[in-house]
């Protein structure tokens, strides 16, 4: 019955239709009100640069401060919303009604308030006048419907919910009744502070976000996505289910372009899907691979979506923290895809697409990507020391001969690829597709990896701000943009530098307008997902959901992770990624900690929003609204939900990954050295593919069931080998609480106590938690103690903290006053946890041996690529 439901693939109109409607707006209306629809966003674009850029400070001209700059920044939004979005499907599309003009200008003049109005405001602050709350009343009843009209009506009913609870307090019904806050107390806080609409989530959008998406709509404009498709097929497209390989590894690279997991879909989709289906994938598994690729960019550094963003101010440590503790789950989930991919080309015999290069033996493909690897490690390296042994000798110069540098590598590899043919976008329906030759592709774009140098030198080297290093990074982009044709042209002898740079300048423009459409959703977003994280902290309500929460899951961690995740994939299937980051964050992330404290487990702050994180994108995946999934099965022709069914099937690797970092942190490199995270990356890997095959049920052959459970365990050890150690052998010695003197004696002064307290949480309920207390120096249990700032009063053999030193380490910690020491956990020598790999990979031998004695006797093709 599946089959009489597919469609034929949707035209490449429909493909632009269906990115538009939810991604830029599906409106494209024809003269001066088109003209003006694009001269708005391309003037979004150019504010932002403008306010990221040093020049306000220089110039001492056009500087806002952050307040002003939301409120211009959301006024932008608003006003494309309105006329970008049609009010309903039967809206028209050429053209702009006369109301949506009204609205828009309302919304914006709404929004532009606190801007415009400023200082009169700081003069009132928490006692509006009448036209205060008018403008914050028509400002957030059009927020909603600009809400509804750009995102869906999901978002909208929350934020609505959300805002009748506030004012509903006193009539909700039992442990949901809070004492309720009056109108005008509601409209000062959501819209005339910045504890609502104008809060963090929109600043993240004003200040780094927005110069990301316009950065990789750039980046897509001058080329690159078509190169970054380009080099995926001719370095993977001649294996077997090659084009499939391709797919995954070019979404990859698209995912630093594009933050949508429907415009990635669409984007390299359209190429790859075809591709797929040529080689022997059906409709459904060639758009679930897609799907199940694509979906994954937002996750993977060093440009990440929206959400990673609002760590930065949620969590408060540098984006370059976020990305080093994302890069290795994201690395390892990519790795599994590839391989699950070759798992299904194994499964249907399937071969690659014919290559004009020629074939090498595999010993000299381990040789030449090992060597590749080596040189691009070396190279960085060479870019990291070099560079920074620079800065000191050169001082204030060091910026212009590093500008130089870059420079000089610029010219120079725009003539080294203009020593090969351009790359052209091939048609993938065409009856014959030859692979292009690996070196003329890699060569002739090789410029377009310098912009993310750029972002991740400022980022990892300079250490500036985020927004600060996609500002540098954009424009060094703009300078491509512009300068790519006339220089190659000139190079390639036919330079017409009039036309080239007109080109150029009509790319950049494109880009301005395009990144700044990109932005309208996610702006709305943020703003109207600032509306629940308002009430939350006006009402109280994250307690009660605490509470709640914590009732359901019966004190359990893995309950409520279980629960938390279901949350975010329920949420998610009508919230885009950001805003259901933003929501379920604000409501469980502390509950989770909480509750971790509370069971013994001191789950990492960073851990629990990218669990949170990582099951939002999931979303995009999940039957049966998933509309990434909607988006592939439009290019395939192939039947929606079984396409998502199958990237959620494929997509399970994702979904195991942030319950294994929540109980093994080293995955997320939290206090490993760099020795240890290379042996966490080898081994984590190979548990992830061994995952892969058991999912998958093939491996060197097809799985019997027992092999499968087999391989879950084998991968679940290499996970977490600590699981089994700690059975084995209890990695502390646990005493009572009047010992804790003692045992701060014992241990060394570089290991931690776990310190179970007792005592009352901040509204005077009864609470037990768990604290990791670091051992401070000291030559004595007496000394330490005093060290860190506590001083215990034993009484009636209850060890109760008496005093607490003002800014000591024992505050920070979170020791109070009449705390009661309940126990102490104090680290014991104990056997290695990566001893419980031994077992594992013996029993991962004995499986293998199993199956290759049952391929050989059945015949079954090896799994060679």
Not at 113 to 125: N, T, V
Not at 396 to 412: H, K, N, P, T
Request: glycine share 10%; net charge negative.
């Amino acid at each position: 019955m599946a089959d009489d439901k597919k469609t034929s693939p949707a035209s490449d109109e429909e493909l632009e239709e269906l990115v538009a409607s939810t991604d830029s707006g599906a409106r494209k209306p024809l003269g001066t009100p088109g003209k003006i629809l694009i001269g708005v966003a391309a003037a979004w674009s150019l504010f932002q640069l403008w306010i990221a850029s040093p020049l306000p400070f220089v110039t001492g001209f056009g500087s806002f401060n952050a307040t002003e700059a939301r409120s211009i920044h959301l006024a932008f939004a608003l006003f494309l919303a309105y006329t970008a979005y049609p009010a309903l499907k039967r809206s028209p599309r050429d053209h702009i009604p006369v109301q949506d003009w009204i609205l828009a200008l309302m919304a914006s003049f709404c929004a532009a308030y606190i801007c415009l109005f400023y200082s009169q405001l700081a003069e009132r602050p928490g006692a509006p006048i009448t036209i205060d709350v008018v403008i914050g009343v028509m400002g957030m009843l059009l927020l909603l419907e600009a809400t509804r009209r750009a995102l869906g009506p999901p978002l909208m009913i929350i934020a609505s919910i959300f805002i009748v609870y506030s004012l509903a307090g006193p009539y909700m019904p039992g442990i949901l009744a809070h004492g309720g806050v009056s109108f005008s107390g509601l409209i000062n806080h959501q819209w005339l502070t910045t504890q609502g609409v104008f809060g963090i989530a929109l600043g993240v959008s004003t200040s780094f976000v927005f110069l990301f998406v316009l950065f990789g709509a750039l980046l897509d404009k001058a080329g690159a996505g078509n190169y970054f498709i380009k080099v995926a097929f001719s370095l993977l497209g001649h294996y077997k289910g090659g084009p499939a390989k391709a797919a995954v590894v070019a979404s990859g690279m698209t995912g630093v372009i594009s933050g949508s997991s429907i415009a990635n879909v669409v984007t390299t989709g359209t190429f790859t899907i075809p591709m797929m289906k040529r080689v022997g994938f059906t409709a459904e598994k060639a758009g679930a691979v897609e799907v199940a690729s694509s979906v994954n960019g937002q996750i993977m550094p060093p440009v990440m979506g929206a959400a990673a963003f609002l760590m930065v101010e949620y969590i408060g440590i540098p984006y370059i923290e976020v990305i080093k503790h994302a890069f290795l789950p994201a690395l390892i989930s990519y790795i599994a895809l590839i391989y699950i991919v070759h798992l299904e080309a194994m499964k249907a015999g399937m071969r690659g697409l014919p290559t004009s290069n020629p074939p090498k033996p595999l010993v000299r493909k381990v040789v030449g990507f090992l060597a590749g690897l080596l040189m691009l490690m070396g190279l960085s390296f060479a870019v990291y020391y070099g560079l920074g042994w620079l800065k000191p000798v050169l001082g204030d110069a060091a910026v212009v001969v590093v500008g130089i540098l870059l420079l000089a590598v610029y010219i120079a590899l725009l003539k080294l690829g203009a020593g090969y043919p351009e790359l052209e976008m091939d048609d993938p329906d065409s009856e014959v597709v030859s692979l292009p030759q690996t070196k003329p592709t890699v060569m002739v774009g090789l410029h377009y990896i310098l912009p993310v140098v750029v972002l991740v030198w400022c980022l990892m080297v300079e250490r500036l701000s985020p927004g600060l290093s996609a500002f540098w990074a954009t424009v060094f982009m703009i300078f491509i943009i512009v300068t790519q044709r006339p220089v190659t042209a000139l190079f390639r002898n036919r330079s017409r530098p009039a036309e080239d740079i007109k080109e150029g300048l009509l790319d950049l423009w494109n880009g301005l307008v395009t990144g700044a459409r990109n932005m309208i959703g996610i702006g709305i977003a943020t703003a109207t997902a600032g509306i629940i994280v308002g009430a939350v902290s006006q009402t109280g309500v994250g307690l009660v959901l605490a509470d709640v929460v914590e009732t359901l899951a019966m004190g359990n961690l893995l309950l409520i992770l279980l629960f938390t995740a279901v949350l975010s994939l329920i949420l998610g299937m009508g919230l885009p990624t950001t805003a259901n980051y933003i929501v379920v964050s604000a409501l469980l992330a502390p509950v989770v900690v909480q509750l971790g404290e509370q069971n013994g487990l001191l789950v990492p702050l960073i851990a629990v929003h990218l669990f949170v994180f990582y099951f939002g994108i999931m979303a995009d995946v999940t039957p049966p609204v998933g509309l990434a999934s909607f988006a592939a099965a439009a290019v395939s022709g192939g039947e929606p939900l079984r396409t998502g069914f199958q990237a959620f099937y494929y997509s399970l690797r994702t979904a195991a990954l942030p319950f294994l970092f929540i109980f093994n942190n080293d995955l997320l490199l939290i206090d490993v050295s760099l020795f240890e995270g290379v042996l966490v990356f080898i081994i984590a890997t190979i548990a992830m593919l061994i995952f892969a095959a058991a999912t998958q049920g093939f491996f060197l052959a097809r799985n019997r069931w027992y092999e499968s459970l087999l391989l879950l365990l084998v991968a679940f050890t290499l996970f977490r080998p600590g699981f089994w150690m700690d059975r084995i052998h209890d990695p502390y010695e646990t005493m009572p609480g009047s010992e804790f003197v003692e045992a701060l004696e014992q241990v060394d002064e570089d290991s931690n106590l776990r310190v179970r307290i007792a005592g009352e949480d901040d509204f005077g309920a009864p609470m037990e938690t768990y604290l990791l207390v670091p051992v401070p120096e000291g030559d004595t249990g007496e000394e330490r103690l005093e060290n860190l700032g506590l001083e215990l009063l034993n009484e009636d053999g209850r060890t109760i903290v008496d005093m607490i030193q003002y800014g000591s380490e024992a505050e920070d910690l979170g020791f109070d006053f009449d705390q009661e020491i309940m126990q102490v956990q104090a680290p014991v020598d104990t056997w290695p946890k990566e001893l419980m790999w031994i077992p594992a990979f013996l029993v991962f031998g004995g499986i293998v041996l199993l199956q290759l004695r049952r391929r050989d006797a059945s015949g079954e093709p090896a799994t060679a690529s």
